[in-house]
């Protein structure tokens, strides 16, 4: 990998797993690096390796200003440019009944070489040991903020549809331009390696250009899954209670708003809510069968 990749430890992990969020595209609501951040916050993790954008990232797309590198000036004296980085960071659980440590990665999304940036990140996987693969992501869209923001799910091979089966997750047809994320999973899919991506709903109003560049509630809800899914136990309330502050600051901009007001009331009315439970644990075949009471509850809801 030459000078792209930089480790700074190479600890030995228990059964890890990998959760990958990107800048760019799929991070609307900071859906894709909120979950990371979050994580690397609440875990007090530690640098475990870093990628150099140099060769992916093109600073210069009309429009894309948050590619551009940072520069801090102090009366008038340029102290530092930063450029973007994908750094990785490792939690290791002193817990002897966690099932599982973790490797994150907070990535840029790459504007070029995305094959040669996937085998990186894979390479990364593979030497740390890493048994699984997560990937989150947000995409705007006109739901209501007053609902529990709607989770999609694609992953690497279709038996693990069986394991999602309790996390309220639908399942799309989408065919068109890809996202890196989707990429990624690809990639793993190839490896053998298992991966599953999941992305939500976050609220976005255009007409009333509303749009939450920190939406607390949809990082919530993919959270939520995620730490069931991979075991960490965390408690996730401070993240719950952020939702709920979000949602109260909106309802008061939608009361002083009549035509907002109608707006939102239309979305409730074509909006149908999935709401996820903490799922009890059960033997794969009671799985199946949610999975098949979800599905059809979506076909006579008119979603499937």
Same mark, same amino acid.
């Given at each position: ?9 190479? @600890?030995?992990?228990? /059964? ?35 990628? =150099? ?34 750094? %990785? ?9 966690? @099932? ?28 740390? &040991? ?25 992953? =690497? ?19 068109? @331009? ?8 690809? #990639?793993?899919?190839? /490896? ?20 939450? @560049? ?18 960490? &136990? ?7 209670? #952020? !939702?709920? $502050? ?26 149908? $809510? ?10 794969? $075949?009671?799985?199946?069968?949610? #999975?098949?009471? %979800? ?8 979603? !499937?």
């Amino acid at each position: 990998m030459g000078e792209r990749l930089t480790w700074y430890e190479r @600890p030995t992990l228990k /059964k890890p797993v990998m959760l990958v969020g990107f800048t760019g595209w799929l991070d609307g609501g900071e859906a894709s690096t909120g979950p990371v951040d979050y994580l690397v916050q609440k875990l007090s993790t530690r640098r475990l390796a870093e990628i =150099s954008m140099r060769d992916f990232a093109a600073y210069q797309l009309p429009g894309m200003e948050f590619l551009r590198p940072n520069v801090e000036t102090e009366d008038g004296l340029i102290v530092e440019v930063r450029y973007p980085t994908s750094l %990785f960071h490792y939690w290791h659980s002193e817990n002897v009944d966690m @099932p599982h440590d973790l490797v994150l990665l907070r990535g840029t999304e790459p504007n070029l070489q995305w094959e040669e940036y996937t085998d990186i990140v894979l390479s990364v996987a593979e030497q740390s &040991g890493v048994e699984r693969l997560y990937s989150v992501g947000g995409v705007l869209d006109t739901s209501p903020h007053t609902r529990e923001p709607l989770v999609s799910c694609s992953v =690497s091979d279709l038996k693990l549809k069986a394991e999602l089966a309790p996390y309220a997750v639908s399942y799309s047809n989408y065919k068109g @331009p890809s996202t890196f994320n989707s990429a990624l999973i690809a #990639a793993c899919r190839h /490896k053998g390696l298992e991966a599953i991506h999941l992305t939500g709903r976050s609220t976005y109003y255009p007409e009333f250009n509303i749009s939450i @560049p920190h939406n607390s509630k949809v990082i919530y809800a993919l959270l939520r899954r995620l730490n069931r899914l991979i075991g960490l &136990g965390l408690d996730l309330s401070d993240l719950d209670q #952020a !939702g709920r $502050e979000l949602q109260a600051k909106l309802d008061g901009i939608v009361a002083r708003n009549l035509k907002l007001k109608r707006y939102v009331e239309e979305l409730e009315k074509n909006f149908v $809510e999935v709401r996820y439970h903490e799922p009890i644990e059960g033997e794969p $075949e009671d799985f199946v069968r949610d #999975a098949e009471e %979800f599905l059809r509850r979506q076909r006579d809801n008119g979603q !499937g």
